[in-house]
């Protein structure tokens, strides 16, 4: 826990992106570079050597001998385009950094500190003959604690509980005879739980199924708001907001669910789906500042992945494992009434080092995000995505015979 708290003053956002502006900004899915690299899917995979926070029933089947940590890095390149303006940006930073560990006979647990959401841009644009800036910095984290037990044969429960904190910075700066000037901060100090379920059965002694399904439930946010605005025209005091989240800022039910099949111990393909009712939650203006509520749509997403494991007590080529995945996201950001969408592809690779039980997984994904039915701004990502777990033994017996 101690690294997890070290680790907050060097999370960097890795997102350059003006629809980050709206809302609590770009939403993460809590997908470990190995799961990114197969679209982002996790929701019923089961894997005794990695780490996956997205269904935390998982956590019941992780080896008895290893003590797992999981460091994520992010590198973001992305080329925008609006109406034939074009730019270019490069970010990147930590993603996250997770473990897991066994507690008992069926028992499993895991901590770290992974992304909620992001917020990253900076524009100008020319307005009635002035110049306006905008630009947003910040973020939603979450520390996090988890527990899977395998209830029976199986099947497994898990739940993750989380302490969310952060904070998101949007500002404007009109330039024109005289200077006007925005800025408002949200700060989030609050709980979040998520639970999941994991069946897994064989059809075969080489075929095995996992069924898993998530759920996170709706809540209102704990914390505060606040804005100022200035005008260098006017002599008045400036102008200040101040508001609660609670009540008035909220978080929808969210629900996953997901299907493996793995034959072999060497193919593995998995199916996702996610859904999240964002219209149907609260997010109201700051009085004085902002004259309407912002709608947000519902957010679902699809993703579908593939894994091949050669051999894994083979040649150092056979202990490598390579991946690929598709996906496709209906997002939960509105603009002006036309709603964000983005898909993309994504391989991987996972390269052990040798005499050791570390494994370096290496992962490219290329993202295109739009709006529609109105093209806004078209954007293209190339993210690269580096993952190190480090596999320690958490305790050894030595036998005397």
């Known amino acids: ?61 992780v080896d008895s001998l290893t003590f797992l940590w999981d460091v994520g890095i992010d590198m973001t390149n992305l080329w925008s385009n ?28 895991s901590f770290g500190l992974v992304p909620y959401s992001s917020v990253g841009y900076s524009f100008g644009s020319k307005i009635d003959n002035a110049t306006e800036n905008q630009s947003g910095a910040g ?22 509980v989380s302490y969310m904190f952060g904070t998101t910075t949007n500002q404007s700066l009109i330039t024109k005879s005289t200077t006007s000037y925005f800025k408002r901060e949200m700060e989030v100090r609050d709980w979040n739980m998520q639970v999941g379920l994991q069946y897994a059965f064989n059809l075969s002694p080489r075929d095995r199924v996992v069924l898993g399904v998530t759920y996170q439930p709706k809540k ?37 669910v997901g299907l493996s099949y793995e034959h072999n111990h060497r193919w ?8 999240q009712d964002w219209s149907a939650v609260k997010y109201e203006p700051l ?20 894994q091949y494991s050669p051999n894994r007590r083979g040649s150092y080529f056979g202990a490598m494992a390579f991946r690929m995945g598709v996906f496709y996201n209906h997002d939960y950001i509105n603009i002006t009434g036309n709603n964000v969408r983005d898909y993309g592809a994504s391989v991987g690779v996972s390269l052990p080092v ?47 015979r």
């Open 220 to 256: 209102s946010f704990h914390g505060h708001t606040w804005g100022v605005f200035y005008d260098t025209q006017d002599t008045k005091t400036d102008t200040v907001g101040y508001a609660s989240l609670k009540g008035r800022y909220e978080q929808p039910h969210s629900f996953g």
């Open 268 to 275: 593995l393909a998995e199916a996702d789906f996610t859904y």
């Open 1 to 61: 826990m101690v690294a997890c708290m070290a680790a907050v003053g060097a999370w960097a956002q890795t997102l350059t992106t003006p629809y980050s502006k709206v809302g609590y900004g770009l939403l993460s899915d809590n997908a470990s570079s190995i799961q990114r690299s197969m679209g982002g899917v996790g929701y019923a995979m089961q894997n005794g050597r990695a780490v996956n926070v997205m269904n935390p029933a998982s956590y019941s089947q």
């Open 354 to 400: 040798p005499n050791g039980k570390t494994t370096v997984n290496l992962g490219l994904e290329w993202r295109h995000r739009y709006s529609a039915p109105t093209l806004l701004i078209k954007e293209n990502y190339l993210n690269i995505t580096l993952g190190v777990n480090f596999n320690e033994l958490w305790f050894w017996k030595n036998k005397i």
């Open 287 to 306: 009085e004085g500042f902002e004259v309407s509520t912002l709608k947000f749509d519902k957010r679902w997403k699809a993703a579908a992945g593939l």
């Open 139 to 160: 973020g939603i984290s979450q520390l996090y604690i988890g527990a899977g037990y395998e209830l029976f044969k199986g099947l497994s429960l898990g739940v993750n």
């Open 82 to 109: 609006e109406e034939g303006k074009r730019g270019y940006s490069f970010g990147g930073g930590l993603d996250y950094i997770t473990s897991q560990f066994k507690l008992g006979k069926r028992l499993g647990g």
